[in-house]
């Protein structure tokens, strides 16, 4: 019977699930997170290993009852957490099969640094009916396209990473006439570019556009690409370029005089600072799409995080750092909450009301979940200038904005709202 | 009509997955059923001695016809979004056939390859397709039938497998015929069929034409599944994926492919599951042990117990 074998397999996969369907409610059990980041390809240095570092990091010390208040109480609501870590590498369609398989085996989901990879989650966590929270994807389609009951996003979107750069850039530079871009062939890089192109048309009316570079992504080389915009003329380049392509970025373009000959904007540039340091040339505008890292303001949660990060792994957590522990101290905070003063656990739906509108305290400062019907975070923007001092680079002039002002009202699409005038 | 016998009893046990199985196994079947679709159109073009590095271009079309259907023509049925799928990957592979099946080895599998890049490149530079990051697809009726949400992954899975095994018997109907012979009498000797009187060209482009309608169907099936569709798909890892499973599991057999892309799967999740740093090297490794053990793929398995037996 030639059929046998494939039935056999999927006959004894189909008892591994029952097994593992056994739901685990004995008391003092831990809470099951998974936790899904990218452990290899491209995006696995800049953010995805930091990520896992920092969940790691966290869960420890929330088991061990050490992180300051709010937030000292162990685990979850008393009860411990436990990581079921997976790896986000493999594209959207591999990410939804392990997400399945994830699924029955935690009991809630924090995750997901590719855009892709969260819009192609979203509607299967609604199906699942499973408590999913995006911990740094950017793109607002997110909610704006589509509403979710069981989907969180607790890092804010990309749409405040330009919008704050362009309203930093004209307080700084109020006459400036042109701008350029360089970014990556691929949504990131498209929605950034566009998003930075309509703020500031919005803000300077009559700004010339004079060329805008797309090479393709993790191409590395960008001589033609610093040729044609040395050769521009426009006062501001802007890009949102990560990892090993901003590296190439800045160590191609500053021998060049790139960053000499134009302010260069780098609204995602925040994580390249701990692998290229004082080599990043001095005026350059940098963000970290949100308070994180060297924006973070100076609170206990932040410098617990950066002491015990850098203590452990010796390097300073970065923006994707920030933003998984964000999200579990988020989770926490509305477990807590939904949990009250009962000593029973509480069942998701009250977790989700929970969370829906909350406010919580972040290691980057306060969070709002105030967008999507209350699923989608906002926070303070905060935008910096680079200089070396003393043989090491500093963030100077650091300008805050608060959240309000960089986020589009509730029910409003970001890019209408950045094209109608960014109005409150 | 053994054939016959195992086609029921395939379609049988796939019917009782989909019934009874947890959501994420019938989902894992779903993907396999897809992918074993679209190799068992690699293996038919595989029969003229072909290998295509390019079937990421009709299984993207496919997935993309489906999912265009469902954005843009707000046509929400899933067997429109099969047929469609698959008559669109055919209509491009009825096109590209023309100038390909001139073409052998290395300049063929190449060719095929810059095909599908083209059209990844294509899907990259189109915000409007939300570009890499996709955009999400959803069916909510079955030849004009309301889906209860819950069951239409289900419902996918039985209507995959009545697809799978469709497709399985037309092409063990002709490669078991008078077709299959001449198709391996192309990849062994091309100048003597011609001699025979038979045109190779068009054996190369027949079987290519039934390969991208297959992938084409294989690629709709998977949108329905994942309920997402992006560029990857038109990648060329996802191209490649599809040879790595022919390999796994041989060309000698119509099955091959569903095993192998069953197997496949299960490997893939169990890695990332359990080896959540190493997965693509437990992939690796498997890959290579079957190619030093096992050269004609997995399959050599169970005729080497049939011929004991």
Same mark, same amino acid.
Request: glycine content about 10%; charged content about 15%.
């Given at each position: 019977?030639?059929?046998?074998?494939?039935?056999?397999?999927?006959?004894?996969?189909?008892?591994?699930?029952?097994?593992?369907?056994?739901?685990?409610?004995?008391?003092?059990?831990?809470?099951?997170?998974?936790?899904?980041?990218?452990?290899?390809?491209?995006?696995?240095?800049?953010?995805?290993?930091?990520?896992?570092?920092?969940?790691?990091?966290?869960?420890?010390?929330?088991?061990?009852?050490?992180?300051?208040?709010?937030?000292?109480?162990?685990?979850?609501?008393?009860?411990?957490?436990?990581?079921?870590?997976?790896?986000?590498?493999?594209?959207?369609?591999?990410?939804?099969?392990?997400?399945?398989?994830?699924?029955?085996?935690?009991?809630?989901?924090?995750?997901?640094?590719?855009?892709?990879?969260?819009?192609?989650?979203?509607?299967?966590?609604?199906?699942?009916?499973?408590?999913?929270?995006?911990?740094?994807?950017?793109?607002?389609?997110?909610?704006?396209?589509?509403?979710?009951?069981?989907?969180?996003?607790?890092?804010?979107?990309?749409?405040?990473?330009?919008?704050?750069?362009?309203?930093?850039?004209?307080?700084?530079?109020?006459?400036?006439?042109?701008?350029?871009?360089?970014?990556?062939?691929?949504?990131?890089?498209?929605?950034?570019?566009?998003?930075?192109?309509?703020?500031?048309?919005?803000?300077?009316?009559?700004?010339?556009?004079?060329?805008?570079?797309?090479?393709?992504?993790?191409?590395?080389?960008?001589?033609?690409?610093?040729?044609?915009?040395?050769?521009?003329?426009?006062?501001?380049?802007?890009?949102?370029?990560?990892?090993?392509?901003?590296?190439?970025?800045?160590?191609?373009?500053?021998?060049?005089?790139?960053?000499?000959?134009?302010?260069?904007?780098?609204?995602?540039?925040?994580?390249?600072?701990?692998?290229?340091?004082?080599?990043?040339?001095?005026?350059?505008?940098?963000?970290?799409?949100?308070?994180?890292?060297?924006?973070?303001?100076?609170?206990?949660?932040?410098?617990?995080?950066?002491?015990?990060?850098?203590?452990?792994?010796?390097?300073?957590?970065?923006?994707?750092?920030?933003?998984?522990?964000?999200?579990?101290?988020?989770?926490?905070?509305?477990?807590?909450?939904?949990?009250?003063?009962?000593?029973?656990?509480?069942?998701?739906?009250?977790?989700?009301?929970?969370?829906?509108?909350?406010?919580?305290?972040?290691?980057?400062?306060?969070?709002?979940?105030?967008?999507?019907?209350?699923?989608?975070?906002?926070?303070?923007?905060?935008?910096?200038?680079?200089?070396?001092?003393?043989?090491?680079?500093?963030?100077?002039?650091?300008?805050?904005?608060?959240?309000?002002?960089?986020?589009?009202?509730?029910?409003?699409?970001?890019?209408?709202?950045?094209?109608?005038?960014?109005?409150? | 009509?053994?054939?016959?016998?195992?086609?029921?009893?395939?379609?049988?046990?796939?019917?009782?997955?989909?019934? %009874? !199985? *947890?959501?994420?196994?019938?989902?894992?079947?779903?993907? #396999?059923? =897809?992918?074993?679709? @679209? $190799?068992?159109? &690699? /293996?038919?073009?595989?029969?003229?001695?072909?290998?295509?590095?390019?079937?990421?271009?009709?299984?993207?079309?496919?997935?993309?016809?489906?999912?265009?259907?469902?954005?843009?023509?707000?046509?929400?049925?899933?067997?429109?979004?099969?047929?469609?799928?698959?008559?669109?990957?055919?209509?491009?592979?009825?096109?590209?056939?023309?100038?390909?099946?001139?073409?052998?080895?290395?300049?063929?599998?190449?060719?095929?390859?810059?095909?599908?890049?083209?059209?990844?490149?294509?899907?990259?530079?189109?915000?409007?397709?939300?570009?890499?990051?996709?955009?999400?697809?959803?069916?909510?009726?079955?030849?004009?039938?309301? %889906? !209860? *949400?819950?069951?239409?992954?289900?419902?996918?899975?039985? #209507?995959? =497998?009545?697809?799978? @095994? $469709?497709?399985? &018997? /037309?092409?063990?109907?002709?490669?078991?015929?008078?077709?299959?012979?001449?198709?391996?009498?192309?990849?062994?000797?091309?100048?003597?069929?011609?001699?025979?009187?038979?045109?190779?060209?068009?054996?190369?482009?027949?079987?290519?034409?039934?390969?991208?309608?297959?992938?084409?169907?294989?690629?709709?099936?998977?949108?329905?599944?994942?309920?997402?569709?992006?560029?990857?798909?038109?990648?060329?890892?996802?191209?490649?994926?599809?040879?790595?499973?022919?390999?796994?599991?041989?060309?000698?057999?119509?099955?091959?492919?569903?095993?192998?892309?069953?197997?496949?799967?299960?490997?893939?999740?169990?890695?990332?599951?359990? !080896? *959540?740093?190493?997965?693509?090297?437990?992939?690796?490794? #498997?890959?290579?042990?079957?190619?030093?053990?096992?050269?004609?793929?997995?399959?050599?398995?169970?005729?080497?117990?049939?011929?004991?037996?």
């Amino acid at each position: 019977m030639r059929a046998s074998s494939s039935f056999g397999l999927r006959a004894g996969l189909a008892a591994f699930a029952l097994l593992l369907a056994v739901p685990a409610s004995l008391a003092q059990q831990p809470l099951k997170v998974g936790i899904v980041t990218f452990l290899s390809g491209p995006a696995a240095g800049p953010f995805g290993v930091p990520a896992r570092n920092a969940a790691e990091l966290t869960a420890e010390l929330l088991n061990a009852g050490t992180v300051p208040a709010p937030y000292s109480q162990k685990g979850f609501g008393g009860t411990p957490i436990e990581l079921v870590i997976i790896d986000e590498a493999g594209g959207p369609q591999k990410q939804v099969a392990e997400y399945r398989n994830l699924v029955p085996r935690v009991d809630i989901v924090i995750g997901y640094i590719s855009s892709g990879d969260c819009l192609a989650i979203a509607p299967v966590a609604e199906e699942q009916k499973k408590l999913t929270v995006l911990f740094d994807c950017g793109t607002p389609r997110i909610f704006e396209d589509a509403s979710y009951k069981y989907v969180f996003r607790t890092g804010p979107t990309g749409t405040m990473d330009n919008v704050s750069v362009a309203l930093y850039l004209v307080e700084r530079n109020p006459n400036v006439k042109s701008i350029a871009g360089l970014n990556q062939n691929y949504a990131w890089g498209q929605d950034s570019w566009a998003d930075f192109e309509n703020a500031m048309k919005t803000l300077k009316p009559g700004i010339e556009v004079k060329t805008s570079q797309m090479p393709k992504l993790f191409a590395g080389q960008f001589g033609a690409e610093i040729t044609t915009l040395l050769g521009s003329g426009a006062e501001v380049i802007h890009s949102s370029m990560w990892g090993g392509d901003l590296e190439g970025l800045v160590l191609q373009g500053a021998p060049r005089g790139l960053f000499e000959k134009h302010k260069v904007v780098l609204s995602a540039g925040e994580p390249a600072i701990n692998r290229l340091g004082t080599r990043i040339p001095d005026g350059t505008i940098l963000g970290a799409r949100g308070p994180f890292g060297p924006f973070a303001p100076d609170t206990d949660l932040a410098r617990w995080l950066k002491t015990t990060y850098q203590d452990r792994y010796h390097i300073p957590p970065n923006y994707a750092s920030f933003k998984m522990t964000q999200a579990i101290l988020g989770v926490k905070a509305a477990y807590e909450k939904a949990k009250g003063s009962s000593n029973e656990a509480p069942d998701q739906d009250k977790i989700i009301a929970a969370f829906e509108n909350l406010t919580f305290e972040g290691p980057g400062g306060p969070v709002k979940m105030a967008l999507g019907k209350g699923h989608q975070a906002i926070m303070d923007a905060a935008v910096g200038t680079t200089k070396v001092e003393a043989g090491e680079l500093k963030i100077v002039d650091i300008a805050r904005y608060s959240a309000d002002k960089v986020n589009p009202p509730d029910g409003v699409k970001s890019e209408v709202w950045i094209k109608s005038g960014l109005k409150k | 009509m053994k054939a016959a016998i195992v086609a029921i009893a395939s379609l049988a046990a796939l019917t009782a997955l989909a019934l %009874l !199985a *947890p959501q994420w196994l019938v989902f894992m079947a779903m993907l #396999a059923l =897809a992918k074993g679709v @679209v $190799v068992l159109g &690699l /293996l038919v073009l595989m029969r003229t001695g072909l290998v295509s590095f390019g079937q990421g271009l009709y299984f993207g079309i496919g997935a993309y016809t489906a999912a265009l259907l469902s954005h843009h023509l707000h046509v929400a049925d899933a067997a429109v979004m099969l047929l469609a799928g698959a008559a669109a990957a055919g209509l491009m592979a009825a096109l590209l056939g023309l100038l390909l099946a001139g073409y052998r080895d290395i300049f063929f599998a190449m060719l095929s390859l810059a095909f599908s890049m083209i059209l990844y490149g294509v899907l990259v530079k189109s915000a409007a397709l939300g570009s890499t990051d996709g955009f999400n697809l959803h069916a909510r009726t079955f030849f004009g039938v309301a %889906l !209860a *949400p819950g069951v239409e992954r289900r419902v996918f899975l039985i #209507a995959g =497998a009545v697809c799978a @095994v $469709v497709v399985a &018997l /037309l092409a063990h109907r002709l490669l078991g015929g008078h077709w299959g012979r001449l198709s391996t009498g192309v990849r062994d000797n091309e100048l003597r069929v011609a001699y025979l009187g038979a045109s190779p060209y068009r054996v190369v482009y027949v079987n290519y034409l039934i390969a991208g309608a297959m992938a084409g169907l294989g690629g709709a099936l998977a949108a329905l599944a994942v309920g997402h569709v992006d560029p990857e798909m038109t990648y060329w890892t996802t191209s490649g994926e599809f040879v790595f499973i022919a390999i796994l599991g041989g060309t000698q057999s119509i099955l091959a492919p569903f095993v192998a892309a069953s197997i496949f799967e299960a490997l893939r999740t169990i890695a990332s599951q359990y !080896a *959540p740093n190493v997965w693509q090297m437990s992939l690796g490794l #498997a890959m290579l042990a079957i190619i030093m053990f096992l050269p004609a793929g997995l399959w050599t398995l169970a005729e080497r117990r049939r011929r004991s037996a």
